[in-house]
């Protein structure tokens, strides 16, 4: 007996704090209802102290207790929100609670609220922290972007939207990691961005930033420097490439034209070689016939008789 006693005894405890919780939301419904009447009156309210009571419970039995402190903060078009949201209900009154009327703003619009459902509160900080231009960039980019756009301030929001509006995100590339570098050093990192948006179009220059941002956010490391050393070797090497390209056919036609002009000129030198000889011996047969017979018999030798 005395075992079977406390599972009895436990279920009702359970059902006494279940009957304690629900006086008690009842009671803080009554009270936030008495509270919205106070500040707008029964005709903006649109309906008695006990009907809206009553709705008011149920909005925080669906999406929990702080639905009271939402309503209390933007009226009952935070059940409205949260009803419209379904299962992201509970977010939309815990969004309101701590940003009032300014999340109720943003929630009203579908797209606010269909980010705000995708990506949860840390895209509602970024759109209520940049107001008006944070939608595109957060639809375009997603996750990175938010990341992204909750650690800047105003400004570096602005120049972000811009970049991406404008097409020099896309130009740029590798859109993500660059998202990832802003997400994690802020406006600095951004500033740095803006100002070299034309040489991180470069592969080699954004391959280099990406791989270690800080000394170039700090300044103590110049894009310059990083990519000046391969592009004059590239240059040299692409000179020197076009160089004997260009200069290979003009080579071999070169030497296939000395070629064929040695071919062409060995046969008639061959023959003026030979008729030069030619003629030369004629020459010294001519010379040797006229030439004066000696008799080389005696000392002093005389012409020999004709």
């Known amino acids: 007996m005395r075992f079977r006693a406390i599972p009895i005894l436990t279920v009702i405890a359970c059902l006494a704090l279940g009957s304690t919780a629900r006086a008690d939301r ?35 039995s669906r999406h929990g207790d702080d639905a009271i402190h939402a309503v209390r903060a933007v009226g009952t078009k935070a059940i409205t929100l949260a009803d419209d949201a379904g299962e992201h209900g509970p977010k939309v009154m815990r969004l309101l609670v701590r940003h009032g009327d300014e999340a109720a703003e943003l ?15 840390d895209a509602a900080e970024a759109l209520l922290r940049h107001k008006g231009i944070a939608e595109p960039v957060l639809e375009q980019f997603g996750t990175p972007a938010v990341r992204a756009m909750k650690a800047i301030g105003p400004q570096s929001g602005r120049r972000l939207a811009m970049l991406a509006d404008g097409g020099e ?8 990691e660059l998202m990832g570098v802003i997400a994690r050093y802020g406006d600095k990192a951004m500033n740095f961005i803006w100002e070299h948006k034309k040489e991180l179009a470069s ?4 391959t280099a930033f990406l791989n270690d941002p800080v000394p170039f956010i700090d300044g103590t490391k110049e894009l ?39 071919h ?13 000889g030619g003629m030369g011996l004629v020459t010294l047969a001519v010379r040797l016939a006229a030439w004066p017979k000696r008799d080389f018999s005696k000392g002093n030798p005389s012409p020999a008789p004709e």
């Not at 269909?114 to 990506?119: E, H, I, M, S």
């Not at 260009?246 to 034209?257: D, E, F, L, Q, Y």
Request: hydrophobic letters at 55%; proline letters at 4%; charged letters at 20%.
């Open 107 to 121: 929630l009203s619009r579908p797209q606010g609220m269909r980010l705000f459902a995708q990506f949860g509160d």
């Open 203 to 206: 592969a080699a220059v954004l």
């Open 169 to 176: 995100l896309a130009a740029i590339g590798r859109t993500p």
């Open 26 to 60: 009842t009671k803080a419904a009554r009270e936030a209802a008495e509270y919205l009447l106070k500040k707008f009156g029964a005709k903006a309210a649109g309906e008695g102290a006990e009907q809206l009571s009553i709705r008011i419970a149920g909005a925080a």
């Open 224 to 262: 310059a420097m990083t990519v000046a050393v391969p592009v004059v070797s590239g240059t040299v090497q692409v000179a020197d490439s076009v160089a004997r390209e260009a200069i290979a056919p003009v080579a071999a036609a070169t030497g296939k034209a000395i070629e064929e002009t040695a």
């Open 264 to 276: 062409a000129s060995a046969r008639p030198l061959a023959m003026l070689l030979v008729a030069a």
